[in-house]
């Protein structure tokens, strides 16, 4: 079991980019599409052609929060598939026996979008990138939790994921998440929320984890209020509890 407070938490997917029009989603079987998220306003324009559907979003809400909570010490990104679309098209340029962009090439490792929000924001902090399947999410709580559990006092979490190639959704399981989002917590030591995990004996293949991504599913819990949810992993159920003393 791990526990922290949130004092911040925002999410942007497809048509919900903004509190208004999640809380109207709620009543929705499945609102998300494959729509285009709008760039975010704060990026440059330059950077936002650079970066791909889902580090526009992340990196856009790590602007966001660096700049509302100038306190945050440590940055912590989680991403099941991070740069697919820009590793995809390389792969493609290379079967055609084209050059490969230096630049694509840059940018095509898993950290590239918390390097270009710390480059972005002229703050040096600690960071890390974490991927860890459909538990990237709840992976990173941990280790958010883990360095609160240390010197730093307000870690900030981005989960996000770019939509993926049509290429590889063949070889997916039915139901996978395949468009963009992006969710940004600020995390603080506390009690207020605690998670602890009910392992299963084998593990389950994606397949039976149901959809959205773990961080939407636990955005959409939030907004609502919800005191006491579970999430399934890939090995096991994710436990969430609030406190009544919650903001």
Same mark, same amino acid.
């Given at each position: 079991?791990?526990?922290?407070?949130?004092?911040?938490?925002?999410?942007?997917?497809?048509?919900?980019?903004?509190?208004?029009?999640?809380?109207?989603?709620?009543?929705?079987?499945?609102?998300?599409?494959?729509?285009?998220?709008?760039?975010?306003?704060?990026?440059?324009?330059?950077?936002?052609?650079?970066?791909?559907?889902?580090?526009?979003?992340?990196?856009?809400?790590?602007?966001?929060?660096?700049?509302?909570? !100038? #306190?945050?010490?440590?940055?912590?990104?989680?991403?099941?598939?991070?740069?697919?679309?820009?590793?995809? =098209? /390389? %792969?493609?340029?290379?079967?055609?026996?084209?050059?490969?962009?230096?630049n694509a090439f840059a940018l095509s490792v898993h950290n590239a979008a918390v390097a270009n929000l710390t480059i972005q924001s002229g703050k040096p902090l600690f960071s890390t990138s974490i991927s860890a399947g459909v538990d990237s999410f709840h992976a990173a709580l941990q280790e958010a939790c883990a360095l609160l559990s240390t010197d730093y006092k307000c870690v900030?979490?981005?989960?996000?994921?770019?939509?993926? !190639? #049509?290429?590889?959704?063949?070889?997916?399981?039915?139901?996978?998440?395949?468009?963009?989002?992006?969710? =940004? /917590? %600020?995390?603080?030591?506390?009690?207020?929320?605690?998670?602890?995990?009910?392992?299963?004996?084998?593990?389950?293949?994606?397949?039976?984890?149901?959809?959205?991504?773990?961080?939407?599913?636990?955005?959409?819990?939030?907004?609502?209020?919800?005191?006491?949810?579970?999430?399934?992993?890939?090995?096991?159920?994710?436990?969430?509890?609030?406190?009544?003393?919650?903001?």
């Open positions: 079991m791990f526990s922290f407070d949130i004092k911040e938490a925002r999410a942007l997917a497809p048509q919900l980019n903004d509190r208004a029009q999640w809380q109207q989603a709620l009543a929705l079987p499945d609102p998300l599409d494959f729509t285009p998220l709008p760039k975010p306003a704060n990026l440059p324009p330059l950077l936002a052609r650079r970066l791909a559907s889902g580090d526009r979003p992340a990196v856009g809400l790590g602007l966001e929060f660096l700049t509302a909570y !100038p #306190e945050t010490d440590a940055i912590v990104f989680a991403s099941r598939h991070s740069e697919l679309e820009r590793n995809h =098209a /390389l %792969l493609q340029a290379l079967a055609r026996h084209e050059e490969v962009s230096p900030l979490l981005v989960d996000f994921d770019g939509q993926v !190639p #049509e290429f590889y959704r063949e070889f997916m399981p039915d139901g996978t998440p395949c468009y963009p989002y992006a969710a =940004a /917590l %600020l995390l603080q030591r506390g009690t207020t929320f605690e998670v602890d995990c009910t392992q299963v004996g084998n593990a389950r293949n994606d397949q039976e984890v149901p959809q959205p991504p773990q961080a939407l599913q636990f955005y959409l819990n939030y907004l609502k209020g919800a005191r006491s949810f579970d999430i399934q992993g890939a090995q096991g159920t994710w436990h969430w509890h609030q406190k009544d003393s919650a903001a």
